[in-house]
């Protein structure tokens, strides 16, 4: 059975860092995409940032330069880097992964809070 696990989250001032980490465990076939997003309360899920199994990565415009994201292709993880962190970051941030060769399927994290204080 696939499992995302996500940790790594916490309470942390405004203008602090915090890393995420999302490891995947039961997986027998191809990790393809991978990803970060966030929802806030009464807000939408957003996409944070995207990484392609190549490294190819797609951020949002408001984490642009702040936020960093890589992977263990190895260990099956994800990562995220988040610096200059600003009230507006607080969300649970949930991961994503697309899995398999042919047929692919999309798997989610129970997320992690992370809380961002003025």
């Known amino acids: 059975q696939v499992q995302l696990v996500e940790s790594g989250g916490g309470l942390v001032q405004a203008g602090g860092s915090l890393r995420l980490s999302c490891a995947g465990s039961?997986?027998?076939?191809?990790?393809?995409?991978m990803a970060w997003y966030r929802q806030a309360p009464g807000k939408q899920r957003e996409l944070v940032v995207g990484i392609t199994s190549g490294g190819s990565t797609n951020y949002a415009d408001s984490v642009k330069g702040r936020f960093t994201i890589s992977r263990d292709n190895a260990k099956n993880t994800v990562y995220l880097q988040m610096g200059s962190l600003k009230p507006e970051d607080t969300a649970v941030y949930l991961c994503?992964?697309?899995?398999?060769?042919?047929?692919?399927?999309?798997?989610w994290g129970q997320g992690t809070q992370v809380t961002v204080s003025s």
């Open positions: 994503n992964a697309v899995i398999g060769w042919v047929d692919k399927y999309v798997y």
């Open positions: 039961g997986i027998i076939s191809r990790v393809n995409d």
